[in-house]
């Protein structure tokens, strides 16, 4: 396999195959607001750890 042929089948792949990569069930806006949620939630938890008395 050369490197251009290696290169279009991870494209290939990463677009979803050939169907498109748009998913019904991925809305960006919730998938979005739930990482930033978790990384706040991950913050949050690190600072009350990391409390100097």
């Known amino acids: ?4 042929s290696t290169a279009q089948s991870l494209v290939t792949l990463a677009e979803g195959g050939m169907k498109g990569g748009n998913h019904d069930s991925l809305n960006p ?3 979005g607001g739930g990482a930033l949620f978790v990384l706040l939630l ?5 600072t009350r750890f990391n409390r100097d008395h």
């Open 1 to 4: 396999m050369s490197l251009h």
């Open 29 to 31: 806006f919730i998938t």
């Open 42 to 46: 991950l913050l949050w938890i690190t």
